[in-house]
């Protein structure tokens, strides 16, 4: 795996919009927007791209923004490339941007939902160490928790370790309580079965922690979508899956993560931070950890950003 660069002490991060338009999303844009600049970085954002909308949900058409993603990959005195939002229509671009990246040094590209199909197919086809983390509205988005100093610590490198969940799982909720080692891949499992027998489809990889979380979808579309990630082999020789919020009522999400473990036949450790509500951190999409159930943390003796690169 290539480490993209950490950094700096005062990043200059490029915003992207590759996925859904920003229309509804105006005001936890900007917030999110003050709250990297607050925090120190430099943001380079086009308002115009906020304002692009094709087809009534897509921030603009294919060529537009596969070429801002593509763009920001070589714009001179980038340190970082962050998701604007999630939403749809990553899928249609993600071949194209891997292709392109290929060819590239990695650089730091951060984002989670349907960022996923980017981030998965950059780590597990181009080989980059890629972050599940948040959007740029989910910075300035009231339901979601961000600790930005602790996430920008990450991506500078003085953090390797990531706790998660402190309260233990509930009675009947399945767990495992055995230190697990392995290489993190995943993000939203809707996306991820989107992207089953398709080109975008993530290239199997060899004992992996499947991070998963959803965004309310009912139990039997989760069921759907997970028998079609095991249905096409997606989870291969997997080590463990880890759940993040699935966005359900709390019975349902207990019921949810009960049929989860027992179709996936994998140790199942629960309160990844990572979903559309609550806590969400960020977390290294191809990098190596240990995901460790007694201490509730994933962590790596190593960066998962090169120090000496930046």
Do not use: K
């Given at each position: ?5 950490a ?36 943001v ?8 692009d909308?094709?087809?009534g ?5 294919d ?12 714009e ?23 292709r ?16 996923t ?22 910075l300035?988005?009231?339901a979601?928790?961000v600790?930005l ?24 909720e ?8 392995g290489?993190?891949?995943g ?25 998963l979380?959803d965004?309310?979808e ?5 069921d ?5 990630l ?6 291969g ?23 989860l ?29 240990t ?6 943390t ?13």
């Amino acid at each position: 795996m290539r480490r993209p660069p950490a950094l700096p002490d005062r990043p200059v991060i490029r915003v992207i919009h590759p996925c859904g338009t920003l229309a509804p999303h105006q005001g936890p844009l900007e917030a999110g927007l003050a709250r990297l600049e607050a925090a120190g970085c430099e943001v380079r954002w086009d308002p115009t791209r906020a304002e692009d909308c094709w087809r009534g949900y897509l921030a603009g058409t294919d060529e537009t923004r596969a070429a801002e993603f593509v763009a920001a990959l070589d714009e001179p005195g980038v340190h970082g490339v962050w998701f604007a939002r999630g939403g749809s229509g990553g899928a249609r671009i993600a071949e194209r941007v891997a292709r392109a990246a290929a060819d590239r040094p990695p650089r730091i590209v951060v984002g989670f939902s349907d960022a996923t199909v980017f981030l998965d197919l950059l780590a597990s086809r181009v080989g980059w160490v890629t972050f599940h983390g948040p959007a740029v509205t989910s910075l300035g988005h009231p339901a979601i928790e961000v600790e930005l100093d602790a996430v920008l610590d990450v991506l500078r490198g003085a953090r390797r370790e990531i706790p998660f969940a402190d309260a233990a799982p509930a009675a009947g909720e399945p767990t495992s309580g055995i230190a697990i080692e392995g290489r993190l891949m995943g993000g939203n499992l809707t996306v991820l079965a989107a992207s089953m027998g398709t080109p975008v489809a993530p290239d199997p990889v060899a004992d992996a922690i499947w991070l998963l979380e959803d965004v309310g979808e009912p139990p039997y579309r989760l069921d759907r979508s997970f028998w079609q990630l095991r249905a096409a082999n997606a989870l291969g020789d997997a080590r463990a899956l880890w759940l993040g919020d699935l966005g359900l009522s709390d019975e349902a999400e207990r019921s949810a993560r009960v049929h989860l473990a027992d179709d996936a036949a994998l140790p199942l450790v629960n309160g990844a931070p990572a979903g559309h509500r609550g806590r969400l951190d960020i977390l290294p999409i191809g990098g190596w950890g240990t995901l460790d159930p007694e201490a509730r943390t994933f962590s790596s003796p190593h960066p998962w950003v090169d120090r000496e690169g930046r």
